[in-house]
C-alpha cells in the first residue's frame, strides 16, 4: 500500500537536552524500503550555518532509528546516535577555517532536524522536507547560576550547580586562544561542580598592562572558589586544555598556595621549565620556535614544538612529586602540542617515582588536539589566533572526525566519573586506572 | 528518630546552645565552636564543612510534561531514610508540592524510578508520582486545580533531597541537595499564533517545518476561557492543532456565562483548520472533554463537515446547561438545577444532568450519522458526567446502524472527569463558581488510578489519532 509520504512522523527525544546527551531521532510512517536522507541544520552565533547529512532507507515498518540504523552515507556513516552533531561541517561556500563554540552559553543551540526524500547530497535549502523537528541543546541546565567574577582583578566567571551544597569546586584554563571561554565550565557546573571559568591571557589585567599574568592571579582564582560559602575548598580540581595543562601541571607540582584535590590534564605538555611564571612558560615555547613546521596546505603544525622530550628532568615538571590524582586525556592524532609523547613520558616518571597509582591516562587513536565536550563537531584545522603573538593563521589540530569524536564522549564520560570520585567520594583519593 | 521528636530534641538544644552563649565570650574563632558539643552532634552529617552534599541528578531536566523524568542520589549514607520533595508555582502563583519517602541502598544511593515510596505523596514505585501526586501546600486557596495558562514558558519545578523522612510543609527540614526541573506544554520550534479572525477565539499551534500537517481541533468544557495546554502538546507531537474557545472569553460575545456562538462557529472553526495552507485538509480529527464532547459530536453530526476521527472524553450526547464562566460568575438555568445533587460535604455533582433520560431530546444529536472512528474515554468515577450511560448509547446507536467498527471506548476504574494529559494532578473537586454562591463541584478520580488512566488513554489517543491522520 503506498503511503502518502507527507504523513512521515520525526521525532528527537529529549527535543531539550544538554549537549552531553543522547537523544533518539525516529523516523516513523514512511513507505517500506524507501530512500531518506535525515539531515541536521545548526545557525552558529556568528551567523555560519553547518549540517550533517546520512542516508537511510527505511524497514518494513517505514521506520528509521538513527541510534539502532546503519547510515548507508552521508556526514557519517553506519550507526551512530549522535552522529547528526558531532558530524556537522560548514555548508559549502563557507569561509574557511571555521569553528564552532557557544559564547553565549545561557540560550541553548537549536539544531533542526528535517527528513528528505531519496538519498540527497546537497541543495537541502531548496527542497522541502518530509518533517521537521527542532532540537534544544543546553549548556547550563536548569538553576545553575552563571556569576561574573572581577574581584582581585580577575576575568572570570563563576558557574554554582542549583541547591545548598556546598559544592566541589573546579578551575577551568583553557589555552593560547584566550578569551572567557565559559561552556565547559557551565556544563560542570550543571553536573554538580561548582567551576570557575578563566581567562588568563586576554583578561582584563594584560589587556591593560600587556603583561602577562604572575602566578598570583590563579592563586587569586582559587581563593575565589575556596572563599566561597557554598563551595568546599578541601574539594578543588583543576581542568586545563593545551596551555591550561602547563598551569594545572605547575599548580599541581610546586603550588604552595593551591591545594588540589585532582587534576585533568588534556592534550598538554609537562615540558616547561620547572616551577615557572605563564610568561616563562611562553618565553620557552618561543625559543623553540624554529621547530614549527607547515603541511601542504599551508597549516601549523606546531606539535614539535617541545620534542624530543628529555630522558632528564630538564625543562619537565617533576610529576613524579604530585600528591593528587591526575587524569590525562591525549589524542594520538594530535598536530598542536606533543600531548601523546609527553603523556608517555609523564607515566615512565611517575612509575620511576612511585606515584604511578595516582595516574590515570586515556589515549585515543584517531583524536586530534581539541578534546571537547561530546557531539559537538570537530574541525581538523581552523582559524586561530595565538594570544601571545597576535597573529591569525591557520592552525592543524588533527584528528580523524569519527576517532574524535568517539574520544569526545568517551574522555568526558570518564572525566565526570574521575572528577565525581574524588571530588564527592567521602573515601581518600583513589586511582582509577581500571577507567 | 521520629520527625516530630527531632524537633523537639533541636529545640531543647537550641536554648542549651543560647545559654552557652549567654555564658560565654563572644569571640569569632574555631575554639568558640568547638566548645558547643551538642550544636557540632546536631550539625547535618553533610554540613561538617568536608563533605560535599549527595549528589542529585533528574534525567532528562528539560522535559515535556508527557515525559518521565528520572531521579537519582548518590554519594548518601546507606540504608538511610531520605524524604524527596518536589515544589513548584501554578502560573497563578499557588505553591504546589509533593513528596516521597525512601530508603538509600547500601551503597547509598536512590532512583525514582527503580525504588519504592514508603510515604509520603503516593506509595510504591510510581516513576512520576511526585508529579500526579502534586497537592496545594497548606494554607492555599480551597477548590485549586492546576492548569497552565502560559503554554509557552514551562513549569519549573524544585526537586529536592531532605534528610529523614519527614513532612517537608510541617516539619524543620533540611535541604540537601537540589535540581530544578523544566516541564514543558509546548516542544522548541512550534509556533503560536492567535486567530481572532472571523470572530474566531482561538490560539493555532503549528509544528515546525513546512508541513504540510495533519490537524486537530481542541475543545474543552463549560469552565469556559481559552484553555491551550493540550492543543500545545498535539503540536509537540505534530498535529497543527487549533484550541477554540466557545463559553467564557471576553473576545467572544454575548454574556460571558452562556454559550452565544453556535453550529455555524464551530463550523468556521473546523473549516479554518481545514483552509490552513500547512494542514492536510481531509487529515483533520476533533478531540474534546465533557461539554467540548457534545460539540464535537455536534460538528460531526449537524455541520457537514468530515472530522478523519473523533476523541470524546467524558461527555454528553445532548447539551446540558451553562453553569458558569471561568471566573466564577454564575448564571444559572434553574430548570436543570433540578439535576444537581449535592455530597456531605455540600459540593456539587453534576453527573445526572448529562444521563441520557435528562437530556433534552432535540439535543441530542443523530449518533448514527457518525461517519468516522470515535474512541470514547470513561473516567468510572466520573462524578460530572454520565459517561458511562453517554458511551453506551453512542456504541449502541453505531451498532445499530451497522457501524460498530467505528467506535472504541475506553475505560478507567478509579479515574475521574478531568482525563487529561499525564502527570499532572488530578482534582478530586474544584471551585466552579463564585457568584452567586461559592460552589465546589465535584470531578471524581482518585490520585493513582486517575494518573494511571491519563497516562494511559494519552499514549492510546495518540496512537489512534497517528493511525488515523498519518494514513
Redesign the interface.
Known amino acids: 500500500m503506498e503511503?502518502n509520504p507527507?504523513?512521515v512522523?520525526?521525532?528527537a527525544?529529549?527535543?531539550?537536552?544538554?549537549v552531553d546527551?543522547r537523544f533518539v531521532v525516529l523516523v516513523q510512517?514512511a513507505v517500506p524500503g524507501s530512500q531518506l536522507t535525515v539531515h541536521a541544520l545548526h545557525q552558529c552565533e556568528d551567523g555560519h550555518s553547518w549540517q550533517a547529512f546520512a542516508h537511510y532507507i527505511a524497514d518494513a515498518m517505514g521506520t528509521v532509528n538513527v541510534s539502532e540504523d546503519s547510515s548507508l552515507g552521508g556526514t557519517y556513516t553506519g550507526t551512530e546516535a549522535m552522529g547528526l552533531l558531532w558530524s556537522l561541517k560548514p555548508v559549502p561556500g563557507s569561509k574557511p577555517g571555521l569553528r564552532m563554540r557557544k559564547k553565549n552559553v545561557q540560550t541553548?543551540m537549536?539544531v533542526?532536524i528535517?527528513v528528505y526524500q531519496g538519498h540527497q547530497t546537497d541543495g537541502f535549502v531548496d527542497q522541502?522536507?518530509l518533517?521537521?523537528?527542532?532540537?534544544?541543546r543546553?549548556y547550563m541546565?536548569?538553576?545553575v547560576r552563571r556569576i561574573p567574577v572581577t574581584e582581585y582583578g580577575l576575568t572570570a566567571t563563576l558557574f554554582l550547580p542549583?541547591?545548598?551544597?556546598?559544592?566541589?569546586g573546579l578551575l577551568d584554563l583553557w589555552g593560547g586562544g584566550g578569551q572567557l571561554v565559559e561552556y565547559r565550565a557551565a556544563l560542570l557546573a550543571s553536573h554538580?561542580i561548582a567551576s570557575l571559568a578563566l581567562d588568563y591571557l586576554t583578561c582584563k589585567y594584560s589587556m591593560e598592562t600587556k603583561k602577562t599574568v604572575s602566578n598570583q592571579y590563579f592563586e587569586m582564582a582559587y581563593r575565589v572558589l575556596a572563599e566561597h560559602p557554598q563551595i568546599?575548598g578541601?574539594?578543588i580540581a583543576m581542568l586545563g586544555l593545551s596551555l591550561g595543562t602547563s598551569i594545572t601541571f605547575r599548580t599541581a607540582v610546586y603550588s604552595q598556595v593551591i591545594k588540589l584535590r585532582c587534576a585533568v590534564c588534556i592534550s598538554g605538555s609537562h615540558r616547561q621549565p620547572h616551577n615557572s611564571s605563564l610568561e616563562e612558560i611562553l618565553s620557552f615555547f618561543h625559543s623553540n620556535a624554529d621547530k614549527i613546521r607547515f603541511n601542504e596546505e599551508n597549516e601549523v603544525i606546531w606539535r614539535d614544538l617541545l620534542l624530543p622530550i628529555p630522558s632528564d628532568s630538564t625543562n619537565k615538571v617533576e610529576v613524579g612529586q604530585i600528591k593528587c590524582p591526575l587524569l590525562l586525556i591525549v589524542g594520538e592524532d594530535d598536530q598542536n602540542w606533543c600531548a601523546y609523547e609527553s603523556a608517555m613520558d609523564m607515566k615512565e616518571m611517575m612509575e620511576k617515582a612511585g606515584n604511578s597509582h595516582l595516574l590515570t591516562l586515556l589515549s585515543y587513536p584517531e583524536a586530534g588536539h581539541l578534546i571537547e565536550p561530546p557531539y559537538t563537531p570537530h574541525v581538523r584545522s581552523s582559524q586561530f589566533r595565538d594570544m601571545s603573538t597576535r597573529q591569525i593563521m591557520m592552525v592543524l589540530w588533527g584528528g580523524q572526525t569519527l576517532g574524535h569524536a568517539r574520544a569526545q564522549e568517551d574522555s568526558w564520560k570518564k572525566l565526570l566519573v574521575f572528577l565525581?570520585e574524588h571530588?564527592?567520594?567521602?573515601s581518600k583519593p583513589a586511582p582509577l586506572s581500571h577507567l | 528518630m521520629a520527625a516530630k521528636d527531632a524537633a523537639m530534641f533541636r529545640a531543647r538544644v537550641s536554648v542549651t546552645a543560647i545559654q552557652l552563649l549567654i555564658n560565654m565570650e563572644m569571640k569569632p574563632c574555631l575554639s568558640f565552636y568547638s566548645k558547643l558539643p551538642s550544636l557540632q552532634q546536631l550539625s547535618v552529617r553533610w554540613?561538617s564543612?568536608?563533605?560535599?552534599?549527595p549528589?542529585?541528578?533528574a534525567?532528562?531536566?528539560?522535559?515535556?510534561i508527557d515525559?518521565q523524568i528520572s531521579i537519582r542520589g548518590?554519594?548518601l549514607p546507606p540504608h538511610s531514610p531520605i524524604t524527596l520533595s518536589a515544589r513548584m508555582h501554578s502560573d497563578e502563583g499557588d505553591l504546589w508540592e509533593s513528596f516521597a519517602h525512601f530508603n538509600t541502598s547500601a551503597s547509598g544511593t536512590f532512583s525514582s524510578t527503580n525504588d519504592h515510596s514508603v510515604g509520603g505523596s503516593y506509595l510504591g514505585c510510581e516513576p512520576m508520582g511526585l508529579f500526579w501526586g502534586m497537592e496545594p501546600a497548606p494554607g492555599s486557596r480551597e477548590g485549586l486545580r492546576l492548569r497552565k495558562r502560559n503554554v509557552e514558558a514551562p513549569y519549573?519545578v524544585?526537586i529536592?533531597l531532605l534528610e529523614g523522612h519527614v513532612s517537608p510543609s510541617e516539619d524543620q527540614t533540611t535541604?540537601?541537595?537540589?535540581?530544578?526541573?523544566?516541564r514543558?506544554y509546548l516542544?522548541?520550534?512550534v509556533k503560536r499564533i492567535d486567530t481572532l479572525q472571523n470572530g474566531i477565539v482561538g490560539a493555532l499551534f503549528l509544528?515546525?517545518?513546512?508541513g504540510?500537517f495533519?490537524a486537530m481541533l481542541d475543545l474543552w468544557g463549560m469552565g469556559g476561557g481559552l484553555q491551550e495546554y493540550r492543543a500545545s502538546l498535539l503540536a509537540?507531537k505534530?498535529f497543527a492543532s487549533l484550541s477554540l474557545a466557545y463559553i467564557g472569553h471576553k473576545d467572544l460575545p454575548g454574556p460571558p456565562n452562556r454559550v452565544n456562538v453556535g453550529d455555524s462557529y464551530f463550523k468556521a472553526a473546523f473549516q479554518l483548520l481545514q483552509d490552513h495552507p500547512q494542514v492536510?485538509s481531509d487529515?483533520v480529527g476533533i478531540i474534546g472533554l465533557s461539554f467540548g464532547c457534545y460539540v464535537t459530536l455536534r460538528i460531526a453530526t449537524r455541520t457537514g463537515v468530515k472530522p478523519a476521527c473523533l476523541v470524546c472524553i467524558n461527555g454528553p450526547v445532548g447539551s446540558t446547561v451553562t453553569l458558569s464562566d471561568s471566573e466564577g460568575r454564575t448564571e444559572i438555568f434553574d430548570s436543570y438545577q433540578k439535576y444537581w445533587t449535592y455530597d456531605d460535604q455540600g459540593y456539587v455533582i453534576f453527573k445526572e444532568v448529562s444521563l441520557p433520560a435528562n437530556l433534552p431530546p432535540d439535543s441530542i444529536v443523530e449518533l448514527e450519522k457518525l461517519d468516522c472512528p470515535l474512541m470514547y474515554i470513561v473516567g468510572e468515577d466520573d462524578l460530572s458526567a454520565s459517561s458511562i450511560e453517554n458511551a453506551d448509547m453512542i456504541e449502541e446507536t453505531l451498532r445499530s446502524a451497522g457501524k460498530p467498527h467505528l467506535f472504541t471506548r475506553l475505560s478507567y476504574p478509579g479515574a475521574g472527569h478531568l482525563i487529561e494529559p499525564p502527570y499532572s494532578p488530578n482534582a478530586r473537586a474544584s471551585l466552579w463558581s463564585v457568584k452567586p454562591k461559592k460552589l465546589i463541584t465535584l470531578w471524581g478520580g482518585h490520585p493513582a488510578p486517575h494518573a494511571a488512566a491519563q497516562e494511559d488513554a494519552w499514549e492510546k489517543v495518540l496512537n489512534f489519532l497517528?493511525a488515523n491522520?498519518?494514513?
Do not use: D, M
Open positions: 503511503r507527507l504523513f512522523k520525526l521525532s527525544q529529549p527535543s531539550r537536552a544538554l546527551e510512517n541553548p537549536l533542526t528535517s522541502a522536507p518533517a521537521t523537528v527542532v532540537v534544544e543546553w541546565a536548569p538553576g542549583a541547591g545548598p551544597g556546598p559544592f566541589p554538580g568546599l578541601s574539594r565525581r571530588l564527592y567520594s567521602s | 554540613k564543612g568536608v563533605r560535599p552534599a549528589f542529585l541528578t534525567t532528562p531536566v528539560r522535559a515535556l515525559e548518590s554519594f519549573v524544585r529536592s535541604e540537601l541537595a537540589a535540581v530544578n526541573a523544566e514543558w516542544s522548541p520550534g509544528p515546525p517545518g513546512p504540510p495533519p509537540s505534530g492536510i487529515r497517528n491522520l498519518r494514513r
